[in-house]
């Protein structure tokens, strides 16, 4: 079964941090199995041009300020055996799946360079259909991680 959690940037986030956490969480010595497979995938938008594809949401519907991405992880148990081709799958069910998430541009990049393979989750703070910003609050926070189980089930 896997966890979520989401991170907290402890500075305030900028369109540069979130260009810098695209950066590294995309990086091929973390993600690529091979010469053909990189375990990278955006839902609602192309993984190569995130970055401008989400700066251009946020001009489109005037939303250039405060928050600018959110960063959430689902990491499975060293114990639980799982391939890093199931693990992104799994992933991607989750990011496209879950309502909450609908609308929103999300890259999706799966971890294979540890012993507990995780998926990276960098999520536009502006939705590309409404243009609204995500929020979400605990009791949010605690389904999310329901659903998520649901999809490792």
Do not use: W
């Not at 401008?52 to 005037?62: H, I, R, V, W």
């Not at 992104?88 to 609308?103: C, D, P, Q, V, Y």
């Not at 703070?125 to 929020?135: D, L, Q, T």
């Not at 998520?148 to 089930?153: L, Q, Y």
Request: aromatic share 10%.
């Amino acid at each position: 079964m896997a966890i979520i959690h989401f991170i907290n940037s402890k500075s305030k986030q900028t369109v540069k941090g979130m260009a810098y956490v695209l950066r590294y969480t995309t990086q091929d010595s973390k993600t690529k199995l091979s010469d053909k497979v990189k375990l990278v995938t955006g839902v609602n938008c192309n993984a190569d041009s995130a970055y401008t594809e989400f700066c251009n949401t946020k001009k489109l519907f005037d939303k250039q300020d405060g928050r600018q991405y959110y960063h959430f992880v689902q990491s499975f148990d060293v114990d639980e055996n799982i391939s890093p081709q199931l693990a992104h799958e799994i992933a991607l069910r989750f990011a496209s799946e879950t309502e909450k998430f609908n609308g929103f541009e999300i890259v999706v990049s799966t971890h294979c360079d540890r012993d507990h393979i995780h998926s990276h989750f960098v999520m536009n703070s502006v939705n590309a259909e409404s243009g609204k910003k995500f929020h979400i609050n605990e009791s949010e926070v605690e389904e999310l991680m329901a659903q998520s189980d649901s999809k490792t089930a």
